[in-house]
């Protein structure tokens, strides 16, 4: 036995990459009773017969699988792909300094900037460009959001008035129900 295969067995050893498509078994034999690999003394495993064993087996193509951590990342990038469309037919780019009005293309478009451009950003909006790239990022940010607070266009709709079937057999339940709200 040799001292790669002492570290293999005390799992010291670097990862090493495996074929596709093929299981490493390791085959120990001659482990005195009642030890485990972790409490053997150095004489112990001297004697140890330790083989290793590339087998064929079945092996999961893990790029298959999509990371999950609870984030519903595809609607939230179809979101800010029809914000990005809205806003190129509605001409935001022309009329506003920050050209979005959607903050995750503003942080988007931020994360792309070299510091000169986010200097030449700053000194567009009103924003003194000082200190490094992330205390300026954080300033347009900042200004972005008051931004789009003080230039709110939402527009509320009306309430439209619930309409309910006369001739439903529950109509005068339903009544009875809305007047109690």
Known sequence: MDKKDLDFIHGKIEH??????????????????????LSASTEDLE???????ITEGNQIDMSKFDEVD???????????????ELEDLLGIKDANPYRTLNRDIFKENLSGMSVAEMTTLASRVGIQPSGG???????LIKSFD????KHDVTVGTPARPIELDKNAPNYKESVRLFKDI
């Open 146 to 149: 008051f931004y789009t607070q």
């Open 70 to 84: 609870g984030k519903d990342r595809n609607s939230k990038q179809a979101q800010i792909e029809k914000a990005k």
């Open 16 to 37: 090493e990459e495996k074929p596709k498509g093929k299981n490493t078994e390791l085959k120990i034999n001659g482990l005195p009773e009642g030890r485990d690999l």
């Open 133 to 139: 790239k992330n205390q300026l990022r954080g300033a």
């Open 47 to 53: 004697g140890l017969d330790v083989k290793k064993e």
